[in-house]
């Protein structure tokens, strides 16, 4: 009896050592999650969205950050970062004040801009150059030529919606082919190689602008705006972390140097790549710490 009563009590102890352990535990993740040197970067599967989250990560790690990166949806983005307990910090590729509009309505009360990583985005459908049409409003008389198909990219982009009301506003008799980013471009380049008609939804900044000779079909009814890839954050990051959010202010890209940057992730891989192009661009993008 004794024996059992001593193992009882030793058992007792164990899990009251556990109990605390964990709770100290638990104590150290919160703090770790606060540390002003570790950033929670959210970022699309699209080409210049990963292009200025891996240049990011390249340049903080440089600087003794510890860079967090998560894959997800935009919408799942603007949701996540909007929470008061967000786990994200940053998203450097919101489409504002148009494409995502109805993202900002949603979230934008609990979410702050902090700057631009490129002023000069655009979307339309895109065609290459040897396509003999120059309008939206040219593609139903050459419906057979496209296959009566716009391929799209993923159902929570902006451009995604855009299009479908470019179908009702133009009363183009297409459907709009669902499938990614990469998928986009594959489709793309292989009606290329093959001289067919294509027409994809597109947009700038992109890599296929410089490896293909494209344009945009004209859009007189103007449902394709000109926005600006914003860097958004969520509330209260600033005075968390000031030193990082000094960098996502001040960082900036010109279209030549996010075509460099694109080239150098396709050829090298993104953390490669982007390694590489900060390294060769390291005074421009250290400017952006002070």
């Known amino acids: ?4 009563r001593n193992l009882g009590i030793l058992l007792v102890a164990a899990l ?19 540390d ?11 080409s210049e969205g990963i292009a200025f989250t891996y240049l990011s990560k390249a340049a903080l790690e440089a600087h003794g950050f510890k860079v967090d990166l998560t894959n997800l949806a935009p919408g799942m983005i603007y949701g996540e970062l909007s929470k008061k307990d967000s786990k994200g910090d940053v998203f450097l590729d919101a489409w504002l004040p148009n494409t995502h509009k109805d993202y900002w309505a949603s979230y934008g009360d609990d ?12 979307t339309g459908l895109v065609v290459p150059a040897y396509v003999t049409i120059n309008s939206i409003e040219e593609l139903n008389a050459n419906k057979d030529k496209f296959d009566g198909e716009i391929i799209g990219i993923g159902a929570g982009a902006g451009i995604h919606a855009n299009t479908l009301k470019a179908i009702d506003e133009y ?6 082919i669902t499938s990614s980013g990469p998928a986009m471009v594959a489709s793309l380049e292989k009606a290329i190689k093959k001289q067919e008609w294509v027409v994809v939804t597109g947009w700038k900044p992109h890599f296929k602008w410089t490896k ?5 079909l004209e859009d007189p009814k103007g449902i394709y705006p000109q926005d600006a890839c914003t860097i958004i954050s969520r509330k ?21 140097q996010l075509y460099e940057l694109m080239t ?20 421009l993008v250290d400017s952006w710490m002070k």
């Open 111 to 122: 979410l702050v801009k902090l700057g631009e990583s490129f002023s000069e985005g655009t």
């Open 236 to 256: 209260g990051f600033a005075q968390d972390k000031p030193e990082a959010a000094t960098f996502f202010k001040n960082f900036k890209l010109e279209e030549a």
């Open 36 to 46: 002003k040197k570790e950033v929670s970067i959210f970022y699309p599967n699209w």
């Open 1 to 4: 009896m004794m024996k059992l």
């Open 171 to 176: 009363k183009l008799d297409f459907e709009q």
């Open 212 to 216: 293909n000779d494209l344009k945009y």
């Open 16 to 34: 009251l050592t556990v109990s605390v352990s964990s709770c100290k535990n638990s104590g150290k993740k919160k703090e770790r999650s606060k």
């Open 264 to 283: 150098a992730i396709k050829d090298n891989g993104e953390e490669a790549g982007a390694t590489k192009w900060y390294k060769a661009n390291k005074v």
